[in-house]
């Protein structure tokens, strides 16, 4: 069956990095598209960043556009996202997920699959 890890979360303080990975097994990795959201507490699950099946497409939510970086090793089944001067309202449970389509999708309902998710808490 399909399984999503995701792994690399924890605490750090504001001003910091940390660097999230989802391991994928159960899938052709390279003929789907890879994204990225977040849930924080008591919110709805919000679009972080997407990266198409090549790596050649790419997307992100305003709010983390030029902190955040997403990439993937079609070679390792894994998709990262380097998160850069980390913010307290970058708190949240980070899923990644898979997507079949041939775009880069922002909206949770278009993707396929789901990993369980890993705290990401910025202390201010």
């Known amino acids: 069956q399909v399984q999503l890890v995701e792994s690399g979360g924890g605490l750090v303080q504001a001003g910091g990095s940390l660097r999230l990975s989802c391991a994928a097994s159960?899938?052709?990795?390279?003929?789907?598209?890879m994204g990225w959201f977040r849930q924080a507490p008591g919110k709805e699950r919000d679009f972080v960043a997407a990266?198409?099946?090549?790596?050649?497409?790419?997307g992100y939510a305003d709010s983390v556009k030029g902190r955040f970086t997403i990439s993937r090793d079609n070679a390792k089944n894994t998709v990262y996202l380097q998160m850069n001067s980390l913010k307290p309202e970058d708190t949240g449970v980070y899923h990644c997920?898979?997507?079949?389509?041939?775009?880069?999708?922002?909206?949770?309902?278009?993707?396929?699959?789901w990993g369980q998710g890993t705290q990401v808490t910025v202390s201010s």
């Open positions: 997920a898979a997507d079949s389509g041939l775009v880069v999708r922002t909206t949770d309902w278009e993707y396929d699959y």
């Open positions: 159960g899938l052709s990795f390279n003929n789907y598209g």
């Open positions: 990266i198409s099946w090549s790596g050649g497409s790419t």
